[in-house]
């Protein structure tokens, strides 16, 4: 089974630092990893995945995401955070050994940027 | 990606009642999937749509409460059945885009639902 936690409810941050949001994963073969996030009032948008390749994936919005393979986390980053990005992020994996296509999700983060 | 579009975006309905939610893709997709959030939660999958044969649903989901149709590979729907307060939540329609290993879901707007 394919698992996925969020450890914070909520992450606050001050305009202008750096954020991060975690994730770990738990799958038994090899996964795909993504973040959405969710605007009040909207449907998820997407914002980054990992597949293959290089471990730090670059998404929209200036977001960042690192895969860490012996630590099994994902966790989303920005250098300098916006008030525009306070909004409720989650993280989602597919295990892609499975055949199973479609995503779990996280329990989701909700991220406040404070002026 | 595939543009998704949901209607309607929100209802109120009794309990009791059913609701048919409809989904949109503006180009053919591979899979179609519903997904529920209910108040302050996460997503759950509810079901995958397969076009032109019955749904795959998952464990605590059952096709007499949630049936769902997909009679081509840009349209779906979803009907909550027989509703209850507890059913009161966001469903989400998704999409899943293969193109070259890049594989993605993206998500409609979501259909705001609330049971009185």
């Known amino acids: 089974a394919q698992s996925v936690a969020q450890p914070e409810d909520q992450v606050n941050v001050a305009e202008g630092n750096p954020l991060t949001v975690k994730c770990t994963y738990s799958?038994?073969?090899?996964?795909?990893l993504f973040w959405y996030v969710q605007y009040p009032n909207r449907g998820l948008q997407f914002l980054l995945k990992?597949?293959?390749?290089?471990?730090l994936v670059k998404g929209s919005y200036g977001f960042e995401a690192e895969f860490n393979k012996s630590q099994t986390s994902f966790h989303l980053k920005k250098p300098s955070a916006l008030v525009s990005d306070s909004a409720l992020y989650f993280c989602?994996?597919?295990?892609?050994?499975?055949?199973?296509?479609?995503?779990?999700f996280g329990s989701g983060t909700r991220l406040q940027v404070q002026p | 990606s595939a543009v998704i579009s949901q209607k309607p975006s929100r209802d109120i309905c009794q309990r009791g009642t059913s609701l048919t939610i409809q989904c949109q893709v503006d180009?053919?997709?591979?899979?179609m999937f519903w997904y529920r959030q209910q108040p302050g939660q996460s997503l759950t999958l509810i079901a995958t749509a397969n076009q032109g044969s019955e749904a795959t649903y998952e464990s605590g989901f059952v096709i007499d409460k949630f049936p769902i149709s997909r009679p081509n590979l840009t349209f779906s729907t979803l009907t909550v059945s027989n509703m209850s307060p507890e059913d009161s939540s966001i469903y989400l329609c998704?999409?899943?885009?293969?193109?070259?290993?890049?594989?993605?879901?993206?998500f409609g707007p979501g259909t705001r639902l609330l049971v009185l």
């Open positions: 799958v038994s073969g090899n996964p795909y």
């Open positions: 989602a994996v597919r295990d892609i050994d499975t055949g199973r296509r479609a995503l779990t």
């Open positions: 998704s999409d899943f885009v293969a193109s070259g290993g890049a594989e993605t879901q993206y």
């Open positions: 990992y597949i293959t390749g290089d471990n």
């Open positions: 180009s053919q997709v591979t899979m």
